[in-house]
């Protein structure tokens, strides 16, 4: 018989506490994208690795090229089975600033515009929140004998920036990071009463295109007319990224989609996934897309094309009448089984050069390249994540394939060889890589029930053959 | 026999002088477009003023209803004729700052690329340094017997942002303002050689467009694919605006275009523009544009419609995967006769608002509109101001038609019934509206000595019928 109700009213016991050190977490600006916030992303690591070290875990803060990862690990027992639990304690920049109600490195409890008590930060949901429900659960195991799997934690700072280092880490240190399974939670639920397992997840190319035209602003007046407006033409560039339909239109783009099973298609359609609530949360009519796919298959099973940033000339207010000398975007791709994220990229590259004339510099850089997986849905980790997820939320999860992006999954697959439960308790209204991202008190709390009752189950999981 | 030799002697020995005022006029920031730089600009009236008053002239500083306007007169003789001098005393935006090689309110003195001494600040071409110019000129003839022509100073706040508000009071105050020819340089000769003559100016009109979709930055992961993305829509509207002929596609644009004659053209390829050294200026191995005209023609005799400013998303150092919830371009369109603004404006926005999906909301902002301007170049003020320029440069003047816009130029034919003599002094290579823009000091001594040779010769010009 476990102790997992001494477990459980630990954690009952602490939930102020833990209250306490999410702020604490949270106030750190580890924004992993800004090479001026280093000191703070490695004041960041440095903070997880002391709660970690608190939990009685041996605990080694790792170089890896870039920003610091966390490796944790309680006493492993001959026998038991081993969990990798990945975590990233980096965030997104969290412009622009003048959006949010409380500063993102403030973070604040209050109400949502639901009425359910939510603390807002940057990160609050991604990941900080997420990592810090598991290491509440760790430390609440520890003061009753001790967390009944052998537990390597791996808590990174660079997912936000493509985890670029953490292949070669992970192919570096795989001995030292072997395990029977991975869990993971940086992902959410379908809604606030829906538990979920996500059973999916997107691949990304990041690539920004900087244009270059004269060697200096231009009056447009002087100039007009004459010279290459390399903000015209960037635009031109994009507005060639799609077709009418929606579609992408970079050649090969859609080669290597598998289309989902019609098993898949049913089970997505039959989710309780409320379109109406979806729009008016983000204050649109309709929603807009490839052609003849749901909202959920378009934000999950199908590739993405999106800006995500551009600049160029005079944005400040009122008017100057300059041609800019330089222009730039960020594009990023989202990526679905089985494309090749490097195929991708060259096809997109390729896209791009054809159509810069010659009298424009073109340079392409990359920000990182992931490939999309899935996971198994009938396996053991997914029915023990089943279980857990019920005896908590007193339903069963439903399983949703995500449309974001956990880079390092598929390096478990390739490295490790091993698969991934993805786990994550936040909702489709976080505001993540936005202003005034939250996480959900209930999430918080319930997240932390259910991390504790995964490990007691994840007891009985199956080693893999060595 | 007049006193100009009396009048160019005082000009040579106030040279230092003149230079030491030229930069504390430059160094006040009088940025009109900014809303926080009022006080400047009004510090930078009051200068304007101070600076008329110590020339004895009679001086006022205007309320618009924007930027004040400084009115300064000498004393009015009967039977003069009276000319009408406007310049502007506010600049363009600065940025980008750090691309100046000096701040660009610390005005300094060095040689440009070309070994010529230059005065480098924003603002020193366009247009203080040629406002001073006349100033100079001025406060010499006011020291040996006075201007000998009737002189009504009209200096602005306001160019730089269309002056929205000088129409207004332009007809207001037609009385006081009342003139035989209006005398403008804030305009450019065809390079450091050549003297010249602007016979005409190309309108404008400037809009900016806001686009905004989901009411926040949304994650491009779990949104990417279903929602709007008003960067990659407002691209598709920009790209739209022109055909792969460099012609712009609005519906009309070119109905009201009057084609150069074919004495004009002639004349215009004659003149001595060097393509080599334009093109080796600007850092582009050829120029781009409407198919079928000249690179003067297109810069000067085309309509043109060039983006000035893009906006949206994620501008940092790397990678930020969001969808952004606005985006937005500011757009200007130069004119040229008899193309009316207002109609093209509308044409442009109907264009737009045609482009706009459903789940987009549409903001348009105009920032000005004028109309183009041709002055005709065997009138008497062109023969006089020809006669000027040849006196100082030992060479006749070309007569140029200018890509750039005067608004208030059209202004004073409509209001006040007279035409406009543009004769300046700027470079090709001043860089105005661009980082280091500057103002070379021998146009700036030989435009104090042409202003004062000017003044002599305009005592004999016609009086305009009363």
């Not at 833990?18 to 750190?28: D, H, S, V, Y």
């Not at 993971?184 to 035209?213: A, F, K, N, Q």
């Not at 004459?226 to 903000?231: D, L, Y």
Request: hydrophobic share 40%; aromatic share 8%.
């Amino acid at each position: 018989m476990s102790n997992l109700n001494d477990v459980l009213a630990t954690i009952e016991g602490r939930k102020h506490q833990a209250l306490t050190l999410l702020k604490e977490f949270l106030a750190i600006p580890s924004v992993s994208a800004k090479p001026d916030h280093a000191s703070e992303v490695r004041r960041c690591a440095n903070w997880v690795a002391d709660q970690c070290k608190a939990a009685a875990l041996e605990t080694s803060v790792m170089e890896t090229g870039g920003h610091p990862a966390v490796v944790a690990k309680n006493k492993h027992v001959p026998g038991r089975p081993t969990i990798l639990l990945y975590g990233h304690y980096d965030v997104q920049p969290p412009e622009p600033l003048e959006l949010w109600k409380s500063p993102p490195f403030e973070p604040t409890v209050r109400k949502d515009d639901h009425g359910h008590e939510a603390i807002f930060a940057r990160g609050a949901a991604d990941d900080k929140g997420q990592v810090l429900l598991h290491l509440e659960a760790i430390t609440a195991w520890q003061a009753h004998g001790g967390v009944p799997v052998n537990l390597t934690l791996l808590i990174e700072g660079e997912e936000e920036v493509g985890s670029d280092n953490l292949y070669a880490f992970v192919d570096k240190y795989a001995e030292d990071l072997r395990a029977d399974l991975c869990v993971i939670s940086d992902t959410g639920m379908l809604d606030r009463h829906t538990p979920s397992i996500t059973s999916g997840l997107r691949g990304l190319v990041y690539e920004e295109i900087i244009l270059t035209g004269p060697n200096h602003d231009l009056h447009s007046g002087s100039y007009g007319g004459a010279v290459p407006n390399v903000a015209n033409i960037l635009c031109q560039i994009i507005a060639a990224f799609h077709d009418t339909q929606g579609r992408v239109t970079i050649p090969g783009f859609y080669d290597d989609v598998q289309p989902i099973t019609k098993e898949e298609k049913k089970q997505m359609d039959q989710l309780p996934f409320d379109e109406a609530h979806w729009l008016a949360d983000l204050k649109i009519p309709f929603s807009s897309g490839e052609a003849n796919f749901s909202i959920l298959e378009r934000t999950s099973t199908r590739p993405t094309l999106d800006v995500n940033g551009l600049t160029a000339g005079y944005q400040g207010e009122g008017a100057k009448t300059v041609i800019a000398s330089i222009a730039s975007a960020k594009v990023s791709m989202r990526l679905v089984p089985v494309q090749d994220p490097t195929n991708v990229r060259q096809n997109f590259e390729a896209f791009v050069r054809a159509r810069v004339p010659g009298n424009v510099k073109l340079e392409l850089r990359n920000f990182g390249e992931a490939t999309a997986v899935i996971t198994p849905i009938d396996s053991a980790a997914a029915k023990i994540g089943a279980l857990a997820l019920e005896q908590v939320f007193a339903k069963p999860p439903v399983f949703i394939r995500g449309g974001g992006t956990i880079p390092v999954v598929s390096a478990f697959k390739q490295y490790l060889g091993i698969d991934t439960l993805m786990i994550g308790f936040g909702l489709p209204d976080d505001r993540v890589h936005s202003p005034n991202e939250k996480f959900d008190l209930m999430c918080f709390h319930k997240g932390t029930q259910t991390a504790a009752v995964l490990y007691d189950k994840l007891a009985k999981f199956p080693l893999r053959a060595r």
